[in-house]
């Protein structure tokens, strides 16, 4: 979940892309995040008992000290993710019919978007110039936008779970415990097409140099791969060394946006984005925006309501209240009750 970091600028001109390339239908359907989130949660906790009865000898990465040192708020940040995203959440929100996030919420996959291009580092700015740029091509509805902290903290678990290949594991048990079939891991390996990426290579190429000579084959069949892409051993490495260094920073990056996620005002960030909220706030007699939250909050259920069920976008059933109230206080004035948007 790592691409080409993105200015603000750039973020906007994404954002409006995405908007223009996104094809949702009518709702989501399946239980696909909550999968995700028990599989990111599975993978996350095996890497923390791995990291924990690890050999002493072996290297642990910064970035998985990182992990270990706030796993406990990794926990937290999971069971509530778990709490907010109980079987059938979401079933209301628009899902995108094709792309790599096909059948999951297209809010979901526009939050990925965002965490990928400022490499985790998610702020109150940079989220809030994405979705506004977003909502100039395509407006999210009011679901979408309550919708958001929770798809934060579900991409930024995902993008905490890195699963490592377990190779190498596998090939020193097969050494050690029936060394004759070690020609057959090595042609497994061969067969799978497994991608020499620089942290493979070099966690690969450390275990190896700590077992037994019999992983000699293993080795070589290492070495022929790389060759053969004009690689070596050592350029691997000092890839590796680089991956690592922008591991910590994203790590570090993904513990601190779970925290914000804890203290940023989401009630404001809504009706500072909502489309909604803000037809509404055009009330001719001029007493919605007086209201207190909770009673735009009903109002605002009451858009959703009738968008859903009479199969309409929440902005027109918005827009449709305004008019008759303003077709009202033209002809009784602003001070009777159905020139107030309450005319929904």
């Not at 603000?8 to 949702?24: D, I, N, V, Y």
């Not at 678990?157 to 097969?174: G, K, P, S, Y």
């Not at 691997?236 to 690592?244: I, M, T």
């Not at 591991?247 to 990056?253: A, N, R």
Request: glycine share 6%; hydrophobic share 40%; with cysteine.
């Amino acid at each position: 979940m790592r691409a080409e970091l993105f200015s603000t600028e750039q973020l906007a001109r994404h954002a409006r892309a995405l908007a223009g390339s996104h094809r949702p239908v009518a709702r989501y359907r399946s239980n696909g995040l909550l999968d995700r989130l028990e599989g990111n949660e599975d993978g996350l906790r095996a890497f923390n008992r791995a990291t924990l009865a690890v050999d002493p000898a072996r290297r642990i990465t910064p970035a998985a000290e990182w992990l270990l040192d706030n796993f406990y708020l990794l926990e937290e940040q999971i069971q509530m993710a778990r709490r907010h995203l109980p079987r059938g959440y979401s079933r209301e929100l628009p899902c995108l019919a094709r792309g790599p996030s096909a059948g999951l919420p297209r809010v979901y996959d526009l939050v990925l978007e965002l965490i990928s291009h400022v490499d985790a580092q998610i702020d109150p700015g940079s989220l809030g110039a994405f979705i506004a740029a977003y909502q100039g091509v395509e407006v999210l509805r009011l679901g979408e936008l309550w919708a958001i902290p929770i798809m934060l903290r579900l991409g930024l678990i995902e993008n905490l779970h890195r699963i490592t290949d377990q190779w190498a594991d596998r090939l020193q048990t097969v050494a050690e415990s029936n060394p004759s079939r070690l020609v057959i891991v090595v042609s497994d390996m061969a067969k799978s097409d497994l991608p020499l990426t620089s942290s493979f290579v070099a966690e690969f190429s450390q275990r190896l140099s700590r077992q037994s000579p019999v992983l000699n084959l293993a080795r070589g069949w290492l070495e022929q791969r790389l060759a053969e892409a004009g690689l070596s051993v050592e350029h691997r490495v000092q890839q590796d060394s680089q991956n690592q260094a922008a591991d910590q920073v994203s790590v570090s990056h993904s513990i601190a946006s779970l925290r914000l996620l804890g203290t940023t005002d989401w009630k404001e960030f809504v009706e500072t984005h909502s489309a909604v909220e803000q037809t509404l706030r055009t009330d001719p007699a001029a007493v919605y925006g007086q209201m207190d939250f909770a009673t735009r909050d009903r109002y605002r259920h009451a858009v959703e309501f009738f968008a859903r069920h009479g199969r309409q976008e929440e902005a027109d059933v918005a827009r449709h209240a305004v008019r008759l109230a303003e077709e009202r206080a033209a002809l009784a004035g602003r001070a009777d009750r159905a020139a107030h948007v309450v005319s929904i």
